[in-house]
């Protein structure tokens, strides 16, 4: 079920004027919560409810036997829970793609095969949201293997937890220790909760609705031409359209998903925090999806470097510095491999993970952000340097392939074409004008951010809090009627 659609609206609707009588009780509230996700995900597919609560339940019964068992069972049964989560994914996501690898490596050998046409069709479906509930459902097992976290001994609130509906599908990622202890108690939402979440909501849609589904229009053209235009300006206009199109898309869901949390009474992560201000690669990613990156952060690139040092300690160097100059690169490669990986099967999202993994390495081995903010205008230069290096790797990550993403960066690149021939090739007519004034609103939010001028302005909180009525008001009727061409967000796919 597609927060943009009317159904969902529908959906909203009842959902709430229920939920103040379903929240009371432990048990009453988390049935709710749990036949709320059935139909909201079951809207998509009901056929892959089997997918979101049989690995819940037998992963639950895993993890409470896990957790009172001696060390080498709690290992196997640790094990256990990350082949049941770990595989499902992997069965789901990433089998049509081995399969083509298969098929590609066997006909370089001169041997046809076709092993697609052996495969369950059920089977290269991918379930929407499948990476970020099983990423939910992995918090919960590895806090409790490592003695960070007490099972929950109720199965509803384990459940209610894996399959929260406003998170189901594109996040944010709640960990466990995050989410379990909120969704036990009752939380009524105050006057604050409401304004909040109506301004999230708001504010979500508009950036989806106009800004991400009206940029979507000229990226899809362009992405989905036979071959790319010899134009290096068009493409350079469509590279940094796609940055805002999947960040307003994305935050957009996000804040939607955030907003109805708040009126539920709960918490969630917020995603994104204009993370094309980073001046540096690592800041980028304590800003841009939040959730994911506080996720790898905490099980994935820690574990790694500590693991990297014990390996880098056998060399017996001067300093730890010196160790850690070869263990963060290993990890951040690792794990940015892993999260490139994670958003998608195939060459491209790996190219894209690894080519962060790299560029973070670079950026910690050097300390290159740090001394261009010493020359003047620095702190100008790393925003730009930090921006150019996310938009050429954005590259990868929307093309159809790895060799779609090298035609485009040889474009890029080729400095060929001016403004003239970029209009002429694709944008267009009205379409200039539109994508102008559509990145011009996305820009101009950050540049005002950037800037401080918010800050800068002489608001008493009643007027701050009036002029966000009047932007709300506004902001309405704007994604009403000047919505783009509908469409699902971007991360169902992941």
């Given at each position: 079920m597609l927060f943009n659609s009317a159904v969902f609206l529908v959906f909203a609707v009842l959902f709430f004027l229920a939920w103040p009588a379903a929240r009371r009780r432990p048990n009453v509230r988390y049935l709710f919560l749990l036949a709320s996700a059935a139909v909201f995900y079951g809207w998509w597919d009901w056929r892959f409810l089997f997918l979101l609560f049989v690995p819940g339940i037998l992963d639950f019964l895993i993890v409470r036997a896990m957790a009172g068992a001696p060390a080498p069972a709690r290992k196997r049964l640790f094990a256990a829970s990350l082949v049941l989560n770990l595989g499902s994914l992997a069965v789901f996501k990433y089998t049509g793609w081995l399969v083509e690898l298969l098929d590609g490596a066997l006909a370089t050998m001169g041997v046809t095969a076709h092993l697609g046409r052996s495969v369950p069709p059920f089977l290269l479906m991918l379930p929407i949201g499948v990476s970020f509930y099983t990423f939910q459902a992995l918090s919960y097992t590895i806090d409790v293997y490592n003695e960070k976290l007490e099972p929950t001994p109720s199965l509803l609130h384990y459940l209610a937890f894996k399959s929260l509906f406003p998170l189901l599908l594109a996040g944010p990622i709640m960990r466990a220790d995050q989410m379990l202890p909120q969704l036990a108690a009752s939380r009524t939402p105050t006057a604050d909760d409401r304004w909040e979440g109506l301004k999230l909501i708001v504010f979500g849609f508009f950036q989806k609705l106009v800004i991400a589904d009206g940029l979507a229009t000229y990226v899809n053209t362009a992405f989905g031409s036979a071959s790319p235009s010899q134009a290096s300006?068009?493409?350079?206009?469509?590279?940094?359209?796609?940055?805002?199109?999947?960040?307003?898309?994305?935050?957009?869901?996000?804040?939607?998903?955030?907003?109805?949390?708040?009126?539920?009474?709960?918490?969630?992560?917020?995603?994104?925090?204009?993370?094309?201000?980073?001046?540096?690669?690592?800041?980028?990613?304590?800003?841009?999806?939040?959730?994911?990156?506080?996720?790898?952060?905490?099980?994935?690139?820690?574990?790694?470097?500590?693991?990297?040092?014990?390996?880098?300690?056998?060399?017996?160097?001067?300093?730890?510095?010196?160790?850690?100059?070869l263990a963060y690169p290993a990890a951040a490669i690792v794990a940015m491999f892993l999260c490139g990986l994670w958003h998608g099967a195939g060459l491209a999202f790996v190219a894209w993970g690894v080519l962060h993994g790299i560029l973070l390495s670079v950026e910690r081995l050097t300390g290159m952000p740090k001394r261009l903010k010493r020359l003047p205008w620095g702190r100008h230069i790393a925003l730009a340097v930090?921006?150019?290096?996310?938009?050429?790797?954005?590259?990868?990550?929307?093309?159809?392939?790895?060799?779609?993403?090298?035609?485009?960066?040889?474009?890029?690149?080729?400095f060929s074409g001016g403004l003239a021939d970029a209009v002429r090739v694709g944008l267009g007519g009205y379409g200039a004008l539109n994508i102008a004034i559509l990145l011009g609103l996305a820009v101009g939010r950050e540049a005002w951010q950037y800037l401080g001028l918010a800050d800068r302005m002489p608001w008493s909180a009643q007027a701050r809090r009036n002029w966000e009525f009047a932007g709300v008001v506004v902001l309405i009727p704007l994604f009403i009627y000047l919505r783009g061409p509908g469409s699902k967000f971007i991360y169902f796919q992941f």
């Open positions: 300006l068009y493409w350079w206009i469509i590279v940094v359209a796609y940055a805002f199109q999947i960040y307003c898309d994305f935050g957009g869901y996000s804040s939607i998903a955030c907003g109805l949390g708040r009126w539920m009474g709960y918490d969630f992560t917020l995603n994104f925090r204009h993370p094309y201000l980073s001046t540096s690669l690592s800041e980028f990613w304590t800003r841009w999806h939040i959730s994911l990156s506080g996720w790898i952060w905490k099980y994935v690139f820690t574990p790694l470097t500590y693991r990297f040092l014990r390996m880098v300690d056998r060399l017996k160097l001067p300093s730890v510095e010196q160790e850690m100059r930090t921006a150019l290096q996310v938009a050429i790797t954005w590259v990868f990550f929307r093309a159809a392939d790895i060799h779609q993403a090298w035609a485009i960066l040889k474009r890029l690149f080729s």
